[in-house]
């Protein structure tokens, strides 16, 4: 019996990473090709500095969550 549940999470995941990639490698490439590589150093800075909030923002839920499955035993 398959868990599509399961399935389905690993599918975002792989899903949510692909973007990331791709936003990374596609944005960061063409401001290297197009500005050149002290650009494209800077670029890579500001789009980290610009996801750091959502990685804050799941960090903090994954954190809650993980607190109320402890919390329910």
């Known amino acids: 019996m398959r868990d599509l549940r399961r399935y389905a999470q690993q599918t975002?995941?792989?899903?949510?990473?692909?973007?990331i990639l791709l936003f990374f490698l596609i944005g960061?490439?063409?401001?290297?090709?197009?500005?050149g590589k002290?650009?494209?150093?800077l670029g890579l800075f500001c789009l980290a500095i610009?996801?750091?909030?959502?990685?804050?923002i799941w960090l903090s839920l994954t954190a809650l969550n993980w607190i109320s499955k402890r919390a329910d035993r």
């Open 28 to 35: 960061d490439g063409l401001i290297l090709v197009f500005y």
């Open 50 to 56: 610009g996801l750091a909030p959502l990685a804050l």
């Open 12 to 19: 975002y995941i792989r899903l949510l990473i692909g973007g």
């Open 38 to 41: 002290d650009a494209a150093i």
